[in-house]
């Protein structure tokens, strides 16, 4: 039993510390666009050291497992290894623990659009409630404690939302293109990472009392047991009488003083059981009350205790009909507070987005206009602006005769701007929007552009930059190799000839696009060895219609193999040698 408990304590400081020291270092070296869209207080200060810290500590748990039995006892003090704690102090710490685990299992039902998630997070949390109150020293008691407090604090999380995480982050981003994911992701980032002082304080908590239970687990089996010397009998003749009188005088606590401890005892049983019954009660009733939403609404959340709509993701579609309903469905008392996207598609909008409205709601991140009908020099009215919460406008197929005045004054925080099949120019301003200034991701595909603006390496926070399926002839490569940030660079179906070789060299990280341009030879090694690894692609492109080493055929000479399956509905792709996008597109070749 004992080498039983010690590998399931060894397995969760390691998942423990591996998932500390995952959030911690994206934290820690977290790009500014993710400081901004995950909303992390004090992310590089304090929160990042803490996440970390608790991930060293881990460690060095783990590390005492496997360190043998006797040199483990001979480092270990005698004072600490018969260190006793009260039954009613880890009563209390285990109510705190539960009273933390509610708090954050009705943030999350704010935060997930998926009811499984909310409910299986309520009902840990009952479990957990009820099991854990009991002062009991059996060591099924400690395994029960141990297993609940570190599902709750890290192993419910490392199951359900690192994955995702880990694979938009370090396998393909594209993934986190769509706007489901990002409504799906993003809400549950935010709740993952402490947004708030409180916030931190309560996963600090949780951590703590994760930690210590994995110790109360298998510290008892192997420090206490050996810790108990018995006395020799000389030890016994000069102590005993010295601890005669010690029980003669020592003050002797009064029978009334048992029995308020008891009543501590129990009402903290109560209301440990009471915390088991409202979490269970609140996440049942999650899924046995769907919200009462309109169709438009794809994706809601799951507070407790109401019934009312709470949209995060909404999709309207006009089809030149339902214009007036759609206007009148766009009130925070139809759908609440929490809506996170909008999508029009379709919708005639004259007189351009009521921006007033968006302003109802504090927790928007993104809108998609695609088809619409808005004016060709939009611009807002007077003294109104964009929410300072919205971080990604885009636009397709929305005709503009230039960058439209609305879009030359960004919100605050903007950090992604689409204007995809929009522009009816062959250049961007001659002078660079201030307000872009910002900006992460610069998408500008499927347009005339021919020109290069002279401004582009003011764009200093750039990560991603799209012009595709354009009609440039140069990659303006010193302009560039200035931006500290750039990681992708999308230059598919142009007029360029040859390939960025000292950008490549500048970047030896940057995943480039050059798809179906007029490249025929490669002159670099390295660059050719990069075109094999898929970091680089020339696909389409004469080098590899020749037998060049590294390529992949295109299914037509307006799509990058690049576009399919990012999850964008990419109208280049939308054809039937493209299998219309590869499933990316609604219906009708619309954004989903």
Request: glycine share 4%; aromatic share 10%; proline share 7%.
């Given at each position: 039993m004992r080498r039983a408990f010690v590998a399931v304590a060894l397995l969760k400081h390691a998942a423990s510390c591996v998932y500390l020291l995952l959030l911690g270092l994206l934290m820690l070296f977290a790009k500014p666009s993710d400081q901004v869209k995950f909303q992390v207080y004090a992310m590089k200060t304090l929160s990042a050291p803490l996440y970390l810290a608790f991930a060293c500590t881990h460690l060095l748990g783990a590390i005492s497992l496997l360190v043998p039995i006797r040199y483990r006892r001979s480092m270990t003090p005698l004072r600490w290894r018969s260190l006793s704690v009260p039954s009613r102090v880890v009563q209390l710490g285990n109510v705190v623990e539960t009273t933390v685990q509610l708090l954050q299992a009705w943030r999350l039902s704010m935060y997930t659009v998926d009811v499984d998630v909310a409910v299986a997070y309520a009902l840990l949390v009952s479990i957990a409630a009820i099991s854990t109150p009991w002062p009991a020293r059996s060591d099924a008691a400690r395994l029960v404690n141990s297993l609940?407090?570190?599902?709750?604090?890290?192993?419910?999380y490392l199951v359900v939302v690192v994955p995702a995480l880990l694979v938009?982050?370090?396998?393909?981003p594209r993934v986190g293109y769509s706007s489901n994911w990002t409504v799906r992701y993003t809400l549950l980032t935010r709740f993952l990472a402490p947004n708030t002082a409180l916030d931190l304080l309560e996963k600090v908590i949780l951590f703590s009392a994760s930690l210590w239970n994995v110790r109360q687990l298998v510290d008892p089996m192997?420090?206490?047991?050996?810790?108990?010397?018995a006395?020799?009998?000389?030890?016994?003749?000069?102590?005993?009488p010295l601890v005669s009188s010690f029980d003669r005088w020592a003050p002797q606590k009064p029978p009334r003083c048992y029995g308020w401890h008891k009543w501590v005892k129990r009402g903290l049983v109560a209301y440990s059981f009471g915390i088991g019954l409202v979490s269970a009660i609140a996440g049942l009733s999650v899924a046995v009350s769907p919200r009462r939403c309109p169709p438009e609404c794809r994706m809601v959340t799951t507070p407790w205790w109401t019934t009312s709509c709470t949209c995060a993701l909404l999709r309207i579609e006009c089809n030149d009909t339902n214009t007036e309903y759609a206007t009148r469905l766009f009130t925070s008392n139809q759908l609440g507070s929490m809506l996170f996207y909008v999508q029009w598609v379709r919708c005639p909008l004259p007189d351009g987005l009521d921006i007033s409205s968006l302003s109802q709601f504090p927790q928007l991140?993104?809108?998609?206009v695609q088809s619409a009908q808005l004016p060709a020099n939009w611009s807002l009215p007077n003294g109104a602006s964009w929410p300072s919460n919205l971080l990604s406008l885009n636009f397709y197929d929305t005709p503009f005769m230039d960058v439209p005045p609305a879009l030359?004054?960004?919100?605050?925080?903007?950090?992604?701007l689409t204007l995809s099949r929009s522009l009816m120019t062959s250049a961007l301003p001659l002078t660079r929007p201030s307000s872009w200034s910002n900006l992460a991701a610069l998408l500008l595909s499927d347009n005339q552009l021919r020109e290069w603006p002279n401004w582009m390496h003011e764009l200093r926070a750039l990560e991603r930059l799209d012009v595709s399926s354009n009609q440039l002839t140069s990659i303006p490569e010193t302009e560039l190799?200035?931006?500290p940030a750039l990681s992708r660079l999308q230059v598919a179906q142009n007029r360029v000839p040859t390939l960025p070789y000292a950008l490549l060299a500048a970047k030896p990280a940057l995943v480039l696009d050059v798809s179906?341009?007029?490249?025929?030879?490669?002159?670099?090694d390295a660059v050719a060895a990069r075109i094999a690894d898929r970091q680089v692609l020339v696909d389409g492109s004469p080098y590899c219609l020749a037998g060049g080493d590294g390529c992949n055929a295109v299914c037509a000479p307006t799509c990058s193999n690049l576009a399919r399956g990012n999850n964008v509905c990419d109208r280049s792709c939308y054809n039937p040698e493209c299998a219309f996008d590869a499933g990316d597109c609604a219906a009708n070749g619309t954004q989903w």
């Amino acid at each position: 039993m004992r080498r039983a408990f010690v590998a399931v304590a060894l397995l969760k400081h390691a998942a423990s510390c591996v998932y500390l020291l995952l959030l911690g270092l994206l934290m820690l070296f977290a790009k500014p666009s993710d400081q901004v869209k995950f909303q992390v207080y004090a992310m590089k200060t304090l929160s990042a050291p803490l996440y970390l810290a608790f991930a060293c500590t881990h460690l060095l748990g783990a590390i005492s497992l496997l360190v043998p039995i006797r040199y483990r006892r001979s480092m270990t003090p005698l004072r600490w290894r018969s260190l006793s704690v009260p039954s009613r102090v880890v009563q209390l710490g285990n109510v705190v623990e539960t009273t933390v685990q509610l708090l954050q299992a009705w943030r999350l039902s704010m935060y997930t659009v998926d009811v499984d998630v909310a409910v299986a997070y309520a009902l840990l949390v009952s479990i957990a409630a009820i099991s854990t109150p009991w002062p009991a020293r059996s060591d099924a008691a400690r395994l029960v404690n141990s297993l609940t407090s570190f599902g709750l604090s890290t192993g419910f999380y490392l199951v359900v939302v690192v994955p995702a995480l880990l694979v938009a982050k370090f396998v393909d981003p594209r993934v986190g293109y769509s706007s489901n994911w990002t409504v799906r992701y993003t809400l549950l980032t935010r709740f993952l990472a402490p947004n708030t002082a409180l916030d931190l304080l309560e996963k600090v908590i949780l951590f703590s009392a994760s930690l210590w239970n994995v110790r109360q687990l298998v510290d008892p089996m192997l420090f206490l047991r050996s810790s108990i010397v018995a006395p020799t009998a000389r030890t016994s003749r000069a102590i005993g009488p010295l601890v005669s009188s010690f029980d003669r005088w020592a003050p002797q606590k009064p029978p009334r003083c048992y029995g308020w401890h008891k009543w501590v005892k129990r009402g903290l049983v109560a209301y440990s059981f009471g915390i088991g019954l409202v979490s269970a009660i609140a996440g049942l009733s999650v899924a046995v009350s769907p919200r009462r939403c309109p169709p438009e609404c794809r994706m809601v959340t799951t507070p407790w205790w109401t019934t009312s709509c709470t949209c995060a993701l909404l999709r309207i579609e006009c089809n030149d009909t339902n214009t007036e309903y759609a206007t009148r469905l766009f009130t925070s008392n139809q759908l609440g507070s929490m809506l996170f996207y909008v999508q029009w598609v379709r919708c005639p909008l004259p007189d351009g987005l009521d921006i007033s409205s968006l302003s109802q709601f504090p927790q928007l991140y993104g809108l998609t206009v695609q088809s619409a009908q808005l004016p060709a020099n939009w611009s807002l009215p007077n003294g109104a602006s964009w929410p300072s919460n919205l971080l990604s406008l885009n636009f397709y197929d929305t005709p503009f005769m230039d960058v439209p005045p609305a879009l030359s004054v960004l919100p605050t925080y903007c950090q992604t701007l689409t204007l995809s099949r929009s522009l009816m120019t062959s250049a961007l301003p001659l002078t660079r929007p201030s307000s872009w200034s910002n900006l992460a991701a610069l998408l500008l595909s499927d347009n005339q552009l021919r020109e290069w603006p002279n401004w582009m390496h003011e764009l200093r926070a750039l990560e991603r930059l799209d012009v595709s399926s354009n009609q440039l002839t140069s990659i303006p490569e010193t302009e560039l190799i200035s931006l500290p940030a750039l990681s992708r660079l999308q230059v598919a179906q142009n007029r360029v000839p040859t390939l960025p070789y000292a950008l490549l060299a500048a970047k030896p990280a940057l995943v480039l696009d050059v798809s179906n341009n007029p490249i025929e030879t490669v002159m670099s090694d390295a660059v050719a060895a990069r075109i094999a690894d898929r970091q680089v692609l020339v696909d389409g492109s004469p080098y590899c219609l020749a037998g060049g080493d590294g390529c992949n055929a295109v299914c037509a000479p307006t799509c990058s193999n690049l576009a399919r399956g990012n999850n964008v509905c990419d109208r280049s792709c939308y054809n039937p040698e493209c299998a219309f996008d590869a499933g990316d597109c609604a219906a009708n070749g619309t954004q989903w």
